[in-house]
């Protein structure tokens, strides 16, 4: 109790030099996994003629392949533009609602409904200061997304079914942390 000794985690460490902080302009990669999931909400029409309830019931990891395009136009602040490509897929379930729910019949069908969209994501991106070899971050804007797979026309021979529309609107936000390494900023 009576000794000091030194606070080695206060201590600052030699930076990583990265050069991406003093461009103006750069480029990259970026891959990811995903989770896609969405509400169904269905036409009180339909459910008063079919009785059927459909429900996402299981999400698979799906991978998202992007470029990208890096524009610094202050020292905490990057706009963005990461095109690309993701892929992903839903389980939907359809219920019978006539059925009791305890019936092995009251699973009416169910769906795969893949996706494979084209990104053109524009990407907003505020920095914090770096500490050592650190710098946090948070992201947000907005995403047009084109999807590959989904079907223009109705197919009647299916019993249940599901659109999608092809072109859409997201938001997008998240937060996190560069990481500057000896070769490159992960």
Known sequence: MF????????????????????????????????????????????????????EVTTLNPGINIQIVTDLRPAKHVDLRFLPGVSFGQRIINYYDLTKPVDSPDYLFGEQKLESSFLEFPLLLKFKGDRLNNIRPYVIGGFNFRYDLAGKKEYDPEKPVYIRLERPNLYYEAGAGFDFYLTYFQL
Do not use: C, E
């Not at 000794?5 to 003093?22: E, I, L, M, R, V």
């Not at 970026?30 to 036409?43: A, K, R, Y």
């Open 3 to 54: 000794f000091t000794f030194p606070a080695w985690g206060q201590k600052a460490k030699p930076k990583n030099q990265s050069w991406y902080d003093d461009k103006i302009f750069h480029f990259g990669f970026s891959l990811g996994f995903n989770v896609m999931d969405f509400n169904i909400t269905p036409n009180q029409d339909f459910l008063s003629v079919n009785n059927i309830r459909p």
